[in-house]
Structure formats: structure tokens, C-alpha cells
């Protein structure tokens, strides 16, 4: 079964610092996705990134990069020069291609980081 | 841009009563899912649906029942309401091109 793993639940940083957020994943499959989500207050899910399991490089989107480190199953989500925009609670969730052949499918979701940006 | 559009986005029931959240995308996308979220955890797969005609269960499907009779279309029903369903439900959907799932607004649910 698969499992995604953030350990950190809060997090306060100043803003226009750095900000890593950690996610952990366990799958024996060889083929899957990696997702990063933020939820702000409001209550939508806004999609920031994706990396799959085959990318050579690591995925970047504006201010986002995704830090993939396969071997470790690693997937961190890096925020640079942080806005108090960014306050929300940010999901990390996985995909196995294999089983679920659209992106909306079988998502595995993490339990979320809350990130507060502090001014 | 309507997108993925679920209604209502609050209930309230009373147990044992049934309902149906409505789902509708305008992207023409294969795939749509229904997932819930509880408190402190991330979202929970209920259904999904590869297209037309074509269901299946996800982690938690229990108490919910779906179909899909269009592409656009893909209600999640409520047989007997109980309050372990009070959560927030949310719809998504995405074609086989996409690395992105395409969330609704949400359905705030309360049952008492």
C-alpha cells in the first residue's frame, strides 16, 4: 500500500526566507507521481507542482521546486522568498501510474503541513 | 473558466437521510474522482471514474454510491446519512494527459 509521510504538522517562517517542506513516500511501484498541493484557508486545493518518477531533473514552477531525491523517496517541496501569501496548509500526495491511469485518480494524500508566514 | 463546479457547498442532514453532491466539468476530462477530508488529514479517496459508465471504489467507499452517465457529470449519493460522514468533500478531475488533478470548491457536509 502506498503511504505519504509529512512529518512536520506546523511551521512558522519569516517571511521572505526559504521554506522546505518534507514528504516521505513508500511505494514498491516503479511507476508513480508526486504531487504538491496548497490549501489556503478559503478551502480550495490549488495544485503548485508535480514530479514524475522517471524525471531526470527536478520539477521547478515559479517560486516552487520539488526537491526528488528517488533513492531516499524523498519529495520536498522548496518555496523560495516566501510571501505571507503563502500561509496555507500544504499537501503532499502520490500517484501509482500503474494502477490509475488519470491524474485525478487514486491519489494518496499526506496529512498536510500548516505554514505560517510570519512578517 | 467554470471548471469543476460541485453543489451545494454547505449541508446539513439529519441522520439516515440521503442526498446526492453534484459534480460537473466543463474540460471534457476522462477522469473524475470524489475524495473526502476530515480534520487533520489529508484527502481520502471514496470513487472514481475512468470515464462514462465506468466506476470503481477507492480507500473509504462505504455509505456512498456513484455513477456516471456522462462524461461532464459525477454525483456521489448518500444512501443513509451518518454523522462519520460529516467532512468535506471535495471532486476533481484530470485527462490522461495531465500531471494536474482538478479540484471543485468543496462540499462542507454535517450530519447530525
Known amino acids: 500500500a502506498q503511504k505519504i509521510t509529512q512529518t512536520q504538522p506546523g511551521m512558522f517562517v519569516q517571511e521572505k526566507e526559504a521554506v522546505t517542506l518534507d514528504c516521505t513516500y513508500d511505494?514498491?511501484?516503479?511507476?508513480?507521481?508526486l504531487f504538491w498541493y496548497k490549501q489556503p484557508s478559503s478551502g480550495e486545493m490549488i495544485f503548485l507542482i508535480y514530479?514524475?518518477?522517471?524525471?531526470?531533473q527536478n520539477a521547478t514552477e515559479g517560486r516552487y521546486s520539488l526537491n526528488f531525491q528517488k533513492a531516499r523517496k524523498s519529495a520536498n517541496l522548496v518555496i523560495s522568498a516566501s510571501q505571507l501569501g503563502d500561509s496555507a496548509m500544504y499537501f503532499c500526495?502520490?500517484?501509482?501510474?500503474?494502477?490509475?491511469?488519470?491524474?485525478?485518480?487514486?491519489?494518496?494524500f499526506g496529512k498536510g503541513t500548516h505554514l505560517i508566514i510570519q512578517p | 473558466n467554470a471548471g469543476v463546479t460541485q453543489t451545494p457547498k454547505f449541508q446539513v442532514l439529519k441522520t439516515g437521510q440521503s442526498m446526492t453532491l453534484q459534480c460537473a466539468q466543463d474540460?471534457?476530462?476522462?477522469?473524475m474522482s470524489w475524495y473526502r477530508q476530515d480534520p487533520g488529514m489529508g484527502l481520502r479517496l471514496i470513487h472514481y471514474?475512468?470515464?462514462?459508465?465506468?466506476?470503481d471504489q477507492g480507500e473509504v467507499p462505504n455509505g456512498y454510491n456513484v455513477s456516471r452517465s456522462t462524461t461532464e457529470d459525477f454525483p456521489l449519493r448518500l444512501l443513509s446519512a451518518a454523522p462519520s460522514q460529516t467532512s468535506v468533500y471535495f471532486c476533481?478531475?484530470?485527462?490522461?494527459?495531465?500531471?494536474?488533478?482538478?479540484f471543485g470548491q468543496g462540499t462542507r457536509l454535517t450530519v447530525v
Open positions: 476533481a478531475s484530470s485527462d490522461y494527459l495531465n500531471t494536474e488533478a482538478f
Open positions: 511505494t514498491s511501484d516503479p511507476s508513480y507521481g
Open positions: 514530479q514524475g518518477s522517471y524525471d531526470q
Open positions: 500526495a502520490m500517484r501509482d501510474i500503474a494502477k490509475y491511469s488519470g491524474g485525478a485518480d487514486g491519489l494518496t
Open positions: 474540460m471534457n476530462h476522462e477522469y
Open positions: 471514474s475512468v470515464g462514462a459508465g465506468i466506476t
